[in-house]
């Protein structure tokens, strides 16, 4: 069977979603940031590494082209 040994995303919210994947995903987690990464983060003006201001959503899967239900 085959595993998948990295993922990345360029996405708004990565915190959230690192967690959301770790979470989908068996034998998965999040990495914690390291010393260096944070010196790098907080060189660019970022003081947090949390991003949870997301709304929840109403629906995670849309289909294009078809009208919606009523």
Known sequence: MARLRDIVFDCA???????????????????????AELARLRSLGITSTEDDVLPVPDR?????GCPAPE
């Open 13 to 35: 919210h990565p915190a959230a979603t690192a967690r959301f994947w770790a979470a989908a995903l068996d034998g998965y987690a999040v990495a914690p940031y390291d010393d």
């Open 60 to 64: 995670l899967i849309t289909t294009s």
